[in-house]
T-cell receptor, first 112, second 112 residues
Framework: EAGVVQSPRYKIIEKKQPVAFWCNPI?????LYWYLQNLGQGPELLIR????????DSQLPKDRFSAERLKGVDSTLKIQPAELGDSAVYLC??????????FGPGTRLTVL | AQSVTQPDIHITVSEGASLELRCNYS??????LFWYVQSPGQGLQLLLK??????LVQGIKGFEAEFKRSQSSFNLRKPSVHWSDAAEYFC??????????FGAGTTVTVRA
């Protein structure tokens, strides 16, 4: 089966610019996650979707970050405006209940 | 809240030698435990998981892990490492199979 697809793989932007990341989960996986991974650290959950509903967004900085999962399939994570501290890898993952998470390759964001 | 500690930031091991990566967790009940591996530029790949039952868990790529409740540990082992095992390894603990907290990771270097 195809894995979790993310694009772009790399993104370099100037601070204060907007940026968006896209994720296509594994077909049939109803749960989708966005994780943030800073250099030298483990991933931290930003938001979790069950189908199209955001069921856990407590760690999402809502002043600048937003996410959506239209039709309960693909998802987009947006940052507006980006700050220097947002430089990190943004990981998308999906899961089917009881089978653990499958991660995508991530988007490496550099904010200059 | 659950938390994970991986005491070793970096381990160097000779090819063919055994490998053990330590993971200690803090959680009030029996947790869901996972080990993931991340190669450079790649997403996280699930090596193995423990939910219940036999405390010695077999995973992919010849890895195994043992859950020791008395020590709050879930150490990962491999009897004979290959050069392709060089990567970063993350232990994760969850209240279920999707609400995970990750450790900071252990980088494994394999020397010839």
């Amino acid at each position: 089966e195809a894995g979790v697809v993310q694009s772009p793989r790399y993104k370099i932007i100037e601070k204060k610019q907007p940026v968006a990341f896209w994720c296509n989960p594994i077909s049939g996986h109803n749960t989708l996650y966005w994780y943030l991974q800073n250099l030298g650290q483990g991933p931290e959950l930003l938001i979790r979707y069950e189908n199209e509903e955001a069921v856990d967004d407590s760690q999402l900085p809502k002043d600048r970050f937003s996410a959506e999962r239209l039709k309960g399939v693909d998802s987009t994570l947006k940052i507006q405006p980006a700050e220097l501290g947002d430089s990190a890898v943004y990981l998308c993952a999906s899961s089917l209940e009881g089978r653990g998470l499958t991660f995508g390759p991530g988007t490496r964001l550099t904010v200059l | 809240a659950q938390s994970v500690t991986q005491p070793d930031i970096h381990i160097t091991v000779s090819e063919g030698a055994s490998l053990e990566l330590r993971c200690n967790y803090s959680y009030g009940a029996t947790p869901y435990l996972f080990w993931y591996v991340q190669s450079p530029g790649q997403g996280l790949q699930l090596l193995l998981k423990y939910f219940s039952g036999d405390t010695l868990v077999q995973g992919i790529k010849g890895f195994e892990a043992e859950f020791k409740r008395s020590q709050s540990s879930f150490n990962l082992r491999k009897p004979s490492v290959h050069w392709s095992d060089a990567a970063e390894y993350f232990c994760a603990v969850g209240v279920n199979d999707y609400k995970l907290s990750f450790g900071a990771g252990t980088t494994v270097t394999v020397r010839a």
